[in-house]
T-cell receptor, first 115, second 113 residues
Framework: NAGVTQTPKFQVLKTGQSMTLQCAQDMNHNSMYWYRQDPGMGLRLIYYSASEGTTDKGEVPNGYNVSRLNKREFSLRLESAAPSQTSVYFC??????????????FGPGTRLTVL | AQSVTQPDIHITVSEGASLELRCNYSYGATPYLFWYVQSPGQGLQLLLKYFSGDTLVQGIKGFEAEFKRSQSSFNLRKPSVHWSDAAEYFCAVVPLGFNKFYFGSGTKLNVKP
């Protein structure tokens, strides 16, 4: 049982390049989330998916797109990376009932630098 | 404005000393409350959570937190800190009727030998 896995762990992009961050969970969770973490700002929600086939915007969705590929996988895409998107990105998932009050389980993070 | 505040950015305590990390929230009704810990280079791990009932909540690793409605606070405590507790700690809330977590900005804990 690996929990929540993320790839890659590190990535350096040039401004304007695109990339996709991958996330997968093996806990049969309905809900999945993408956050970014910046110094002094805690975690901010980018997008979330309450269940397979649905996605919704969080606090800071601009510049990002997501795909809930199936129940296990939730990817985050940067179409045209900007230096302001330099951050650590975390994927999380929550328990089978999918309720917002359920504990969220986090992946190890992806550290992205945009030059 | 609705918010989660962790007023201490950095805290340093000596090993064996007691610890209290502060968290205040400003939401209309009592939200669901969480504390997470993040070790360097790692994701977040749940320490404890409060939904309702007993206002003193026990968590993992010897941590506890007390919900005080009158102060809109959910402070994290540990009676005796170990060097392995050095990490960053995040308070999080889920307001009633909302569908999302809101995190505080975090408190970095250093532990002196």
């Amino acid at each position: 049982n690996a929990g929540v896995t993320q790839t890659p762990k590190f990535q350096v992009l040039k401004t304007g390049q695109s990339m996709t961050l991958q996330c997968a969970q093996d806990m049969n969770h309905n809900s999945m989330y993408w956050y970014r973490q910046d110094p002094g700002m805690g975690l901010r929600l980018i997008y979330y998916s309450a269940s397979e086939g649905t996605t919704d915007k969080g606090e800071v969705p601009n510049g990002y797109n997501v795909s809930r590929l199936n129940k296990r996988e939730f990817s985050l895409r940067l179409e045209s990376a900007a230096p302001s998107q330099t951050s650590v990105y975390f994927c999380a998932s929550s328990a089978p009932s999918g309720g917002s009050t359920d504990t969220q389980y986090f992946g190890p993070g992806t550290r992205l630098t945009v030059l | 404005a609705q918010s989660v505040t962790q007023p201490d950015i950095h805290i340093t305590v000596s090993e064996g000393a007691s610890l209290e990390l502060r968290c205040n929230y400003s939401y209309g009704a009592t939200p669901y409350l969480f504390w997470y810990v993040q070790s360097p280079g790692q994701g977040l791990q749940l320490l404890l959570k409060y939904f309702s009932g007993d206002t003193l909540v026990q968590g993992i690793k010897g941590f506890e937190a007390e919900f005080k409605r009158s102060q809109s606070s959910f402070n994290l405590r540990k009676p005796s800190v170990h060097w392995s507790d050095a990490a960053e700690y995040f308070c999080a809330v889920v307001p009633l009727g909302f569908n999302k977590f809101y995190f505080g900005s975090g408190t970095k804990l250093n532990v002196k030998p």
